[in-house]
């Protein structure tokens, strides 16, 4: 993975100095909290509704042990023992203190790891696909690409006051893992006819109040052209996205409202003006980054493993954990190991310091020390042995992360909502939890396959509820949490929005609903059809008949 | 208003002139709106003409013109709204204007480093007292990571020419 040289190094330790006299200034009254707004949403720094959050970034979801055993150290020493994984692969600490976090931010520094850029106006931690370097099929490995963007966004003189928020995400396989399609701007790796490799760029997509689907505007880009042809278009976004509404700010209601053939045009008009200039990215630079990505040194092993056939057999519980949390590996005898922040009834995405731990451990040992972590809230092991995955399932279940339930129902992804955010109309954690306890039973979630719920706590849609399969949105009737259903979206390369089943469930109803929702799926399904399948083959009908029926 | 440039305070030669006033003598600064409906007048009178431009007008509005201005002044309404760290590098970059490029309006310490590194060499700020303050506040980072408009090279760069220079 990326080492930071004496550069990198210098630039997050200034920003940690710099910080450092922001919060001094703040702390001695220099600085109302009006005027230390601004500066600390540039660090990732929220205030919630009982405390401050921080954020810290992890770029593109990749961590070291030694970086994942600091998270552990911070959340025992400025939080409360635990910290949060998000959607956007990053991690949060709910109870700092504010005079500690330039500590926080310096400890962090010593692993390579910051905050920048974690909150505000400006461009967002860069995302990927969670099984980068290690998916076969893939075309390269998409996270060079991605330190080339966090270094070029990395206090962006010219954009670090857009007009709103600005996430990008990078994928390099056809299967798209990191929902490429709902960023302001969605990078995939492609060749083109002559065999070059190149960049297909879509713009403009998102979820929030108005979930869009964002269209491609460019479908090759080469190289050589990434930052300038990136420039453009948040040059072009800067100057035209609308200051005057925050929920119409976003750069998919620019794309919307000029059309997408008359944006690329803009874009396109805007890129020849700094074309072939100094925002060439070298290929010295790429070749450079690259060499920080080149593949572990793997064994060279059977496809099959004799003792993990065994092992199988032999225990059922493990045979089922292979099978649903263990994915293909590109090089034989490897797997791809996820670990689920998501047992039965706990939070989803959270870890304690001890569970980081563990992790950390198992990646030295086992995982050419990395970790991933998912745009899902899970974490994963990227390479190991299948001669070791026994041994690696043993520890994990022993720190309550060897659930199987990898992509099934009780595998939710959830927004913090009304626990801790001072947005949200509804809860989400505890209905979230109130969903996977009714699920329980493995060979009940099993028997129901893959099926992604997602639950967002007000319209904001961080839980991503739009592109749940299930997608459950808090909303609020006349001071009460009320809960409304959508169904059929999707998140991967067939990205879909939901549609609105109908009235809300209340608090009490909701997860009674959803029972009936996987009712119906199971009834009509035909052998294998998978939910989304039945959706766009039924359409909404036989589910609102047994949801409504009786109302 | 006092004026930092070239890392100090100095003295503002220019007066800021209203639309429909009779212009007083010497430098001045007028709107696109003055300046679209007096073109002609202002460009034959003495002394040195500035233009301000608010935040939703960009500089493609005057390309034609750029060579009647010394000066071009533009507004941030809001710290928020960052639509004039474009039209600078635009005023630089496309269309290689060389006169003073003023922030004006809710300039703020913290934002002193990126204006200048887009191209913005004067800055008009609520109090005197403030420099040094400011003054730190653009130095606090030695390296960065983009091209600019400033002198200091990318890390892309120097990363790159330091190796060639060490083959
Ligand atoms: S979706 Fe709403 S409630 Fe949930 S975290 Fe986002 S803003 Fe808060």
């Known amino acids: ?551 | 208003m006092p004026l930092i440039k070239g890392d100090q305070i100095t003295e503002d030669p220019w007066v800021y002139a209203d639309d429909e006033d009779e212009l007083p003598s010497g430098d001045v600064v007028v709107h696109l709106e003055r300046w679209e409906k007096d073109k002609d007048s202002l460009r034959s009178r003495n002394g040195k003409l500035g233009l301000i431009l608010r935040s939703d007008q960009s500089p493609e509005l005057v390309a034609d013109d750029l060579a009647a201005f010394d000066l071009i002044a533009l507004d941030f309404p809001a710290f928020k709204d960052g639509r004039a760290f474009s039209y600078a590098r635009m005023l630089r970059e496309r269309f290689a204007f060389e006169g003073e490029i003023r922030a004006v309006g809710d300039v703020h310490r913290d934002q002193l480093f990126f204006m200048h590194r887009c191209g913005f060499d004067a800055f008009e700020v609520e109090n005197a007292a403030v420099l040094q303050d400011w003054l730190e506040a653009a130095r606090e980072f030695t390296s960065v990571y983009q091209p600019a408009l400033d002198a200091k090279q990318s890390v892309l760069r120097l990363r790159h020419h330091t190796k060639k220079a060490a083959e």
């Open chain 1, 1 to 551: 993975m990326y080492r930071y040289d004496e550069f990198d190094r210098t630039i997050v330790d200034e920003r940690v100095k710099q910080f450092r006299g922001q919060v001094a200034r703040r702390v001695s009254g220099d600085l109302t909290e009006e005027q230390f707004r601004p500066l600390r949403l540039m660090n990732g720094l929220y205030l919630q509704l009982h405390a401050y959050m921080l954020r810290v970034a992890v770029p593109y979801g990749t961590l070291s042990s030694k970086q994942m055993r600091m998270l552990a150290h911070i959340a025992r020493k400025y939080d409360k023992g635990y910290g949060h994984f998000t959607t956007r692969q990053n991690i949060q600490y709910n109870w700092p203190k504010l005079e500690e976090v330039p500590d926080l931010l310096a400890d962090l520094a010593t692993v390579e790891m910051h905050a920048i850029q974690t909150s505000g106006n400006c461009i967002r931690n860069v995302t990927s696909d969670q099984y980068a370097g290690v998916a076969a099929g893939e075309i390269e490995d998409p996270r060079v690409y991605c330190e080339i963007i966090r270094q070029w966004s990395t206090f962006h003189p010219e954009f670090s006051f857009l007009p709103r928020k600005f996430k990008i995400a990078v994928t390099a396989s056809e299967d798209d893992r990191a929902a490429i399609r709902v960023h302001d701007i969605g990078i995939q790796l492609v060749k083109n006819a002559a065999g070059e490799t190149g960049f297909r760029f879509f713009v403009g997509g998102g979820l929030g109040r108005t979930p869009v689907v964002g269209p491609e505007i460019n479908s090759f880009v080469k190289k050589k052209d990434l930052l300038s042809y990136l420039e453009a278009i948040l040059r072009v976004y800067n100057q035209l996205g609308r200051r005057d509404n925050l929920y119409k700010a976003r750069i998919k209601i620019l794309v919307r409202s000029v059309g997408t053939g008359e944006f690329a045009e803009m874009v396109d008009k805007e890129w020849q003006f700094i074309k072939d200039g100094k925002y060439d990215l070298p290929q010295d630079e790429i070749d450079r980054i690259k060499a920080y990505f080149a593949p572990p040194a793997y064994e060279t092993l059977p496809a099959t493993d004799a003792t993990l056939k065994d092992k199988i057999e032999a225990n059922a519980d493990f045979a089922a954990w292979v099978k649903r949390n263990v994915a293909e590996h590109k090089v034989p005898g490897y797997g791809i190991v996820n670990i689920s922040l998501k047992p039965i009834g706990g939070i989803p995405g959270d870890a304690t310091a001890e569970q980081m731990e563990v992790v950390a451990d198992l990646a030295e040992k086992y995982s050419f020390d990395e970790v991933r972590v998912t745009h899902e809230q899970n974490l994963v092991l990227p390479d190991v042995k299948k001669s070791d995955l026994f041994v690696v399932w043993e520890a994990l279940s022993a720190s309550d992360m060897g659930t199987s339930n990898l992509g099934t129902i009780t595998d939710m992804i959830s927004c913090p909502g009304l626990d801790y955010c001072n947005l949200a109309n509804a809860r989400s954690i505890p209905v979230a939890q109130r969903i996977s306890e009714r699920f329980a039973d493995l060979s009940r979630q099993h028997d129901i396959g893959d099926l992604k719920v997602k639950i967002s706590g007000c319209i904001n849609a961080c839980g991503h509820h739009h592109v749940g399969n299930i997608g459950i949105l808090g909303v609020d009737k006349k001071g009460q949490e009320f809960y409304q259903i959508t169904l059929g979206g999707s998140a991967t390369e067939d990205a879909s929005i939901g549609k609105i089943l109908g009235p809300a469930f209340s608090y009490d109803e909701i997860v009674d609903a959803v029972e009936k929702v996987v009712d119906v799926y199971l009834e009509h399904r035909a052998p294998g059809e998978a939910f989304l399948g039945l959706v766009d083959r039924v359409g909404l009908d036989p589910f609102k008949e047994k949801l409504y029926a009786a109302h």
